[in-house]
């Protein structure tokens, strides 16, 4: 089975970075989506389907996004087995 793709997209609640990842989910990409806007992310996270991981972005928030990028990549991995 080809390795799944996977991409990482902050500001994915809206405007370009929320079509980018519309884009590469429909493309059958993994995505992870993080933005500032709690809500919009949410919004994001259900139009956008199941291949898709999500999390807050901040400037403090650095742990909880490098956490949500290797949550990105791990079931990318697990998805192609």
Same mark, same amino acid.
């Given at each position: ?10 500001? $994915?609640?809206?405007? %370009? *970075?929320? @079509? /980018? ?12 989506? =993080? ?8 919004? $994001?996270?259900?139009? %956008? *389907?199941? @291949? /898709? ?12 996004? =490098? ?15």
């Amino acid at each position: 089975m080809p390795e799944r793709k996977s991409i990482f997209i902050t500001g $994915a609640a809206s405007g %370009i *970075g929320l @079509a /980018t990842a519309k884009r590469f989910a429909k493309e059958g990409w993994f995505v992870g989506l =993080a933005d500032v806007n709690r809500a919009g992310l949410a919004s $994001a996270l259900a139009a %956008i *389907g199941s @291949a /898709t991981q999500a999390g807050t972005n901040c400037g403090s928030c650095r742990p909880a996004i =490098a956490r949500l990028l290797e949550a990105t990549l791990t079931d990318t991995k697990e998805a192609a087995e």
